[in-house]
């Protein structure tokens, strides 16, 4: 069994002292509160989710290949009209 530096029982658990000092020094024993997220700190998070680049490109490739569609449409209805 490895010796312990403070008072400790495995039946019984720290001595009635020891668990004294250590709340005075440590304080309760609990999780701290988390800290809360701002507006821009959750905008971040959300843009660096990687379905978010994807969708861009995505929107990005669509607009520019219905543009370059419109266009051919529009230079053959011209041609057409003249």
Known sequence: ???SPVDLSADRGLSETEA???LA????NELPAPR???ILRLAAEIIREPMIPLLLAA???YFILGEL???F????WES???
């Not at 020094?25 to 309760?28: A, N, V």
């Not at 449409?73 to 053959?76: D, G, T």
């Open 69 to 71: 569609r419109e266009r």
């Open 80 to 82: 057409r009209r003249t």
């Open 25 to 28: 020094q440590e304080g309760l």
């Open 36 to 38: 809360r997220k701002g």
């Open 59 to 61: 929107s990005s490739l």
């Open 1 to 3: 069994m490895i010796p």
């Open 73 to 76: 449409r529009r230079r053959e």
């Open 20 to 22: 004294a000092r250590r």
